[in-house]
């Protein structure tokens, strides 16, 4: 269907431009593990979704073209070293598209929710369509070779039970209910997350030279470390077997394979992501230690966040989302 005379509204362009510059990042974290790649039951899964994130750029680009909308600055073979000796181990490509391909199913359905002209909900609708099949292929394939955690299994419930009492809200000394299915889940899934971003804090901490970047680093890895110190506890405190091994998947290089400006920009995506994701946690949640817990992780997280923007910013590597016009001062020339 033509859409020459229907222009792209902000929420379009957002999702477009945000798209993409994640998207360069993306595929070249993964040309670089396809480069070093020795698993053959990987490989596709790999293949597959290089493909996918370039074909979405080329539509993007195509996109902003017709549009005559500047195409955002994009990562590339400049932001990797092929030449660099591996700093991750095989599986850890796997899970890397596993942890992008669950994060990317939660912001494109956010984005195609906001999307009214019919090319870019269609384009947004297949970007979460193979979200979901990277997802599924990635996920299955961890589960074949026995990588896959799966959340906490609990006793079935046997009938339907109320609420009693407005104490199932709090945790008061001497009483406490057990955790919901619902909050173990959103515990469960803060743990993994937190998991895959210690492995990359080791990885990056053994190749970023710049002192201030790694300091960044450094405090990112303390606040993963700390949360899922405390859901652990909380876990064990209900026998829910807290304690989820985690493989050490960084070799010992301390070559940097990837541009110090890719690193910082993917920690201000998972930060994003993140924040996202314990908000949610935090609206599920029905006692109110995990409440403030969720509180007070958000604003730690906040304040790292706006580290790392400013160190982009320091850099001149941050790029200004398009925004609308300064009518006053439009209006202070005529």
């Given amino acids: 269907m033509e859409q020459k005379n229907i222009r792209l509204s902000s929420a379009e362009i957002s999702g477009l431009w945000t798209t993409f510059i994640q998207d360069s990042m993306t595929v070249c974290l993964i040309k670089y593990f396809l480069h070093h790649l020795k698993d053959e039951e990987i490989k596709p899964i790999l293949n597959k979704s290089f493909h996918i994130y370039s074909g979405q750029m080329k539509e993007i680009k195509r996109i902003f073209s017709e549009e005559r909308i500047p195409i955002p600055d994009e990562f590339s073979d400049k932001d990797i070293d092929l030449s660099a000796p591996p700093l991750f181990y095989d599986p850890f490509s796997l899970t890397f598209v596993y942890s992008m391909s669950r994060m990317n199913m939660i912001n494109f359905s956010f984005i195609t929710s906001n999307i009214a002209r019919e090319d870019v909900r269609s384009f947004f609708s297949k970007c979460l369509s193979d979200a979901l099949d990277q997802y599924n292929e990635s996920t299955q394939l961890m589960l074949e070779k026995g990588i896959y955690d799966r959340p906490p299994l609990v006793v079935y419930p046997t009938e339907n039970h109320y609420v009693e009492k407005t104490s199932y809200l709090t945790k008061l ?12 889940t959103e515990l469960f899934f803060n743990i993994e997350r937190n998991y895959f971003a210690i492995v990359l804090c080791i990885g990056f901490l053994q190749v970023v030279k710049d002192k201030e970047i790694s300091e960044f680093i450094k405090e990112g890895k303390k606040i993963s470390e700390k949360q899922i110190t405390f859901i652990n506890d909380l876990l064990k405190e209900e026998n829910l077997m807290g304690n989820i091994s985690i493989p050490m998947e960084v070799t ?25 994701l314990i908000g949610h946690a935090q609206s599920l949640s029905m006692r109110t230690d995990l409440v403030a817990f969720y509180t007070k992780t958000i604003g730690e997280i906040f304040i790292y966040a706006a580290k790392g923007f400013n ?8 790029q200004e989302p398009p925004h609308t016009l300064d009518r006053i001062k439009l209006q202070k020339h005529t």
């Fill in 311 to 318: 160190l982009l910013v320091d850099r001149g590597w941050m």
């Fill in 173 to 184: 000394i001497g009483e406490k209910r057990p955790l919901n299915v619902i909050e173990i």
């Fill in 252 to 276: 010992g290089s301390t070559v940097s394979p990837f541009s110090d400006k890719l690193i910082l920009f993917l920690f201000h995506a998972l930060n994003g992501i993140d924040i996202t």
